[in-house]
């Protein structure tokens, strides 16, 4: 399937996602249509990670090493704000905020 080129093309992809509220996004055959679109600053956060997934699937990991970098994925990879990774562990942002430095100078 290639992925829609033109403005109009994209808006009724994007249309037909907001619609559906993500459930078309389950079915393989769309997602390389959305993920393209995820390096583009012009579309909305919102739109351009429609098909990422969610921070239940992200978070399966129960050890601490495990988390930091599941936290640094969620929110580099997938877009999620540190208040929305946050929320979702229940501990305060600035948390997330060092575990992700952490990540990242290990990487380094």
Do not use: W
């Not at 996602?17 to 459930?23: A, F, I, V």
């Amino acid at each position: 399937m290639a992925v829609p080129q033109s403005k109009d093309s994209m808006r009724k992809v994007f249309k037909y996602t907001e619609n559906q509220r993500g459930r078309v996004l389950k079915y393989k055959k769309f997602r390389p249509l959305v993920k393209e679109q995820e390096r583009c600053k012009a579309i909305p956060k919102l739109k351009r990670y429609a098909n990422r997934p969610s921070l239940s699937e992200i978070f399966q990991e129960k050890d601490k090493r495990g988390k930091e970098e599941q936290m640094h994925q969620a929110c580099q990879e997938y877009g999620y704000t540190l208040k929305e990774i946050a929320e979702y562990l229940g501990v305060h942002y600035t948390t997330v905020s060092k575990a992700i430095k952490r990540v990242e100078n290990e990487e380094n």
